[in-house]
C-alpha cells in the first residue's frame, strides 16, 4: 500500500492518525479530505500541514465526483474512513445528518473505491472506523462486546453508524472488495470537540461553569487514549486480515461521575486552586434519551493476532489530558466561539 486518504483527518481521532502516519511514512502520500464542519478544525494539523508527504483537500464524503478524482489522481490504495457526525446528542436533535454522512457518504467512498479500483484488489484496502455503540448497552453485572456481539443500536448516532458498517460487509461479501472495520470505544485525549464529556467538563472548570452530568451519573464508558487508538489503527491497516472486524478498547471501564470527579481533582490542582474546589459545579440534569448504560469493549482479538496492547494508562492519560487543555486555552477559545455558544445554550437551557 502506498498512498492513503484518510477521511475526517481534521477532526479529533483522525487528526492524531494523520499527524501519526505523515511522520510514520514520510515516502508515502497522506491525503487528508474533511468537509470542515463545525468539528473538523485546520488548527488540529497546524505541525503537520507543510509536510510534503500531506495533502488537505476540503470536500465532502457524498460527492462521488470527487472521491474518484482524488483516489485516481493520488493513487489511492489504501482509504481510512473517520469521516463522520459523531456525537450522540446532536444525532437525538437532527437525525438526518447523520444518516446522510455516516450511511450515504460511507456508501458513496466504497461506490468510488469500487469503480476506480475496478477490480484489481490487490494491494488495495477500505478500512471503515466504527464505534462500540452499534453493540447497545450492556447490564451493570458484567460481560463485554466481542467481534461476535449481535448489533443492537439504540441512538440515530449509533443506528447509522451500524447502517454504514453493514455496507461495508456487504462490499467486501459481494464485490470481494478488501475491507476492514474496526469498533472501538470512548477516545480521550487532546483536539476533542468540547461537546463531549471530557473536554466539555474541562473548559466548563475553567469558566467555573455548570458541569451537566446526565441523570444520577451511574453510566459507564470504556476509555481509550487516542495515541492508542492511532496506532492500532495503523496496525490493523497493515497487518489486519482482510473482510475483519477487530475491537478496540481500554479495559479502563469508568462510571460519567467518578470520571468527573478525577478531572476535577487534576483541573483544581493544576489551576492552584483548593481541592475539590469546583465539586460544587457538578449539576446533575435530565437523562439523555435512550441513554446506553454501559459500555464494555473486549479488544482480546486484537491483542491476539495482531499484538496491540495500550501503551498509555488512563491515570497518566487524564493528567495529561488535563494539562494539554488548559496548556492550550487558546484552542479552546477557539473552537468554542460563536456557533458553539448557541448548541450549548439549545442543549443546556444556558446553564452557564
Ligand atoms: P469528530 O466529530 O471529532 O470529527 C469528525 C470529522 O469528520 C470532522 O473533521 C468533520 O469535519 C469531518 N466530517 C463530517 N462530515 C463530513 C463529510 N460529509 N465529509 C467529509 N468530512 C466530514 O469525530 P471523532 O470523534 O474524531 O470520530 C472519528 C470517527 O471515529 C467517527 O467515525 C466515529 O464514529 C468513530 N469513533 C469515535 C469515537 C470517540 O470516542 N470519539 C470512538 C469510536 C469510534
Ligand atoms: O463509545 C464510543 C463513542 O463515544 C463514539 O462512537 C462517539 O462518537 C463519542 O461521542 C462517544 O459517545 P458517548 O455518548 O459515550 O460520549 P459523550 O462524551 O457524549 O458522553 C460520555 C458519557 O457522559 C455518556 O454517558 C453521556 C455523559 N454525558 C455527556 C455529556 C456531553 C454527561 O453526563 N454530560 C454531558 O454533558
Not at 494523520?18 to 497522506?30: C, S
Not at 468537509?35 to 488537505?56: C, H, I, Q, W
Not at 482509504?79 to 445528518?97: C, F, G, K, Q
Request: net charge negative.
Amino acid at each position: 500500500m502506498r498512498n492513503i486518504l484518510i477521511t475526517g483527518g481534521a477532526g479529533f481521532i483522525g487528526s492524531h492518525v494523520v499527524r501519526f502516519m505523515v511522520g510514520k511514512y514520510p515516502d508515502r502520500r497522506i491525503v487528508n479530505l474533511d468537509k470542515l464542519t463545525y468539528a473538523g478544525n485546520p488548527a488540529n494539523l497546524r505541525d503537520v500541514e507543510n509536510s510534503p508527504n500531506y495533502t488537505f483537500i476540503k470536500g465532502d464524503i457524498c460527492d462521488y465526483e470527487l472521491v474518484c478524482r482524488i483516489i485516481r489522481d493520488h493513487g489511492i490504495d489504501g482509504i481510512v474512513n473517520l469521516a463522520a457526525e459523531t456525537h450522540v446528542d446532536r444525532s437525538i436533535l437532527d437525525p438526518l445528518v447523520f444518516a446522510r454522512t455516516n450511511v450515504m457518504g460511507t456508501l458513496t467512498l466504497l461506490q468510488a473505491a469500487r469503480d476506480c479500483w475496478n477490480g484489481e484488489w490487490s494491494g488495495k484496502m477500505f478500512y471503515h472506523i466504527s464505534t462500540d455503540e452499534v453493540y447497545g448497552a450492556l447490564p451493570l453485572d458484567g460481560g463485554a462486546f466481542d467481534e461476535t456481539t449481535r448489533y443492537d443500536p439504540h441512538s440515530p448516532y449509533s443506528a447509522s453508524k451500524a447502517s454504514s458498517d453493514h455496507f461495508v460487509r456487504a462490499y467486501h461479501d459481494t464485490y470481494g472488495m478488501p475491507t476492514l472495520i474496526s469498533n472501538c470505544s470512548n477516545n480521550y485525549g487532546a483536539y476533542q470537540f468540547p461537546e463531549k464529556l471530557i473536554p466539555l467538563t474541562i473548559n466548563n472548570i475553567r469558566h467555573r461553569r455548570v458541569i451537566p452530568v446526565y441523570g444520577r451519573g451511574e453510566n459507564i464508558r470504556d476509555w481509550l487514549h487516542v495515541e492508542d487508538h492511532a496506532r492500532a489503527i495503523d496496525l490493523i491497516l497493515h497487518s489486519g486480515r482482510a473482510g475483519e472486524t477487530y475491537n478496540i478498547g481500554g479495559n479502563n471501564e469508568c462510571r460519567n461521575i467518578d470520571l468527573v470527579r478525577m478531572l476535577i481533582g487534576a483541573a483544581d490542582r493544576m489551576l492552584g486552586r483548593s481541592e475539590g474546589e469546583s465539586l460544587s459545579l457538578i449539576t446533575f440534569v435530565e437523562d439523555r434519551a435512550g441513554h446506553d448504560l454501559r459500555y464494555a469493549i473486549d479488544s482480546s482479538k486484537l491483542q491476539r493476532e495482531l499484538g496491540w496492547q495500550p501503551a498509555i494508562t488512563f491515570e497518566d492519560g487524564i493528567e495529561r489530558t488535563v494539562r494539554w487543555y488548559l496548556d492550550n486555552e487558546e484552542w479552546f477559545d477557539s473552537v468554542t466561539s460563536g456557533e458553539y455558544m448557541l448548541y450549548y445554550d439549545k442543549v443546556y437551557g444556558n446553564r452557564r
